[in-house]
């Protein structure tokens, strides 16, 4: 697979070609304001890349520095996805038994019906948001060398595409692993909701799919656009 440090090689290489690019045009004996103001510009952007490229460790740094005070890692994160995954497929499972008995199967069907639909909707959201958070853990290393390789072409042709590269790396890098502590803040950690053997139509209207509507789908999905209006925010601080 990639390798971080070679990226971040080829994109000092662009961040030295900018700057020899930059060097030509502004000692260029051409009265053009529109050509010579890019002398500058370019060495400007070189120079910028090429502390990137230095910094990029440090950031890093500062990233888990970040996650140790929030109290938050990797490890922790994933359990709880995995927990999840594992109530949704524990609460449908109860659910697949109470549908074959033929007192449920009647006036309250609908109910377990939407339910059902609620519970396998929220295990596949999860199961696409485990898929994510791993490609994160395992390359945030390497989207942040893209988003840096790409600031460094010239004439800010990737400039603000890498930093919203860069801008999108850290922050989820940093942001997925608080989930869990924003649910439970909010109160609404699914995995604190526990279902009855024998649910009663008034708990599963009342309490339970309201429960997962919320801490499952709702409000996961606004975390995460929480997160991405913080990458855009980042992305546009860098860029």
Request: hydrophobic letters at 55%.
């Amino acid at each position: 697979m990639w390798n971080p440090f070679e990226i971040l090689f080829y994109a000092q290489l662009l961040a030295s070609l900018s700057y020899s690019i930059g060097a030509l045009l502004y000692a260029l004996p051409i009265p053009v304001y529109g050509i010579k103001k890019w002398g500058p510009i370019l060495i400007k952007d070189s120079i910028y890349v090429s502390i990137w490229t230095l910094m990029d460790s440090a950031v890093f740094g500062l990233a888990k520095q970040i996650m140790e005070m929030l109290g938050i890692n990797w490890n922790s994160y994933f359990n709880w996805l995995f927990q999840v995954e594992n109530w949704d497929m524990n609460a449908y499972l109860i659910l697949r038994t109470l549908l074959t008995i033929v007192s449920y199967v009647s006036i309250n069907y609908p109910v377990f019906m939407l339910f059902s639909f609620l519970l396998g909707l929220s295990a596949s959201y999860f199961e696409f948001l485990d898929m994510i958070s791993l490609m994160i853990y395992q390359y945030v290393g390497v989207f942040v060398a893209i988003g840096i390789l790409l600031m460094g072409l010239p004439f800010r042709i990737g400039r603000s595409i890498g930093a919203s590269f860069i801008g999108s790396s850290l922050v989820f890098y940093v942001g997925l692993p608080y989930m869990p502590n924003f649910l439970t803040a909010l109160d609404l950690n699914i995995l604190n909701l526990n279902i009855p053997a024998n649910p009663d139509i008034q708990f599963l209207l009342q309490v339970a799919i309201p429960e997962i509507f919320l801490a499952n789908l709702f409000m996961p999905t606004a975390y995460i656009a929480i997160l991405s209006g913080l990458s855009i925010g980042l992305g546009n601080a860098i860029g």
